[in-house]
């Protein structure tokens, strides 16, 4: 895996420090996640992942304070924002899930786990992997 990063990272001249791959059960489904560890790859999120062809990860999972905001600014496409509740052990549900458009300037999630998903199209329905 870590090879993996080490490319992604080269293509896009990102720190691989700052990401943790992990699989996580969201709504009772394995997902495969980054989760980003750096105050860098916090702020860039699913930015620098937008093109990536690997196609490996279903989304990005985040852990917030109240002070978090979330913007879609200079992405391509729209990101599903869920807020999710954790039940377990790297187990969560979602509780809230919002399609924001590329361009959104604050989107403020309600919980503590927040997991993001790219998709092609405005009413997030075909999801993107990477």
């Not at 943790?20 to 495969?32: L, Y």
Request: contains cysteine; charged residues 30%; proline residues 3%.
């Amino acid at each position: 895996m870590k090879r993996f990063l080490l490319v992604v990272c080269g293509l896009f001249t990102l720190s691989c420090q700052g990401y943790k791959d992990d699989v996580v059960i969201i709504d009772g489904e394995k997902k495969r996640v980054l989760i980003p560890v750096s105050s860098v790859a916090r702020t860039e999120g699913l930015r620098v992942f937008q093109l990536s062809s690997e196609k490996v990860y279903d989304g990005m999972l985040f852990f917030t304070n109240e002070e978090t905001v979330f913007t879609t600014v200079n992405m391509i496409f729209p990101v599903l924002i869920c807020s999710l509740e954790k039940v377990g052990d790297k187990e969560f549900v979602k509780v809230n899930c919002s399609c924001v458009q590329p361009e959104t300037k604050i989107y403020k999630p309600e919980s503590q786990y927040v997991y993001e998903e790219l998709y092609s199209d405005k009413n997030c329905k075909d999801k993107i992997k990477f």
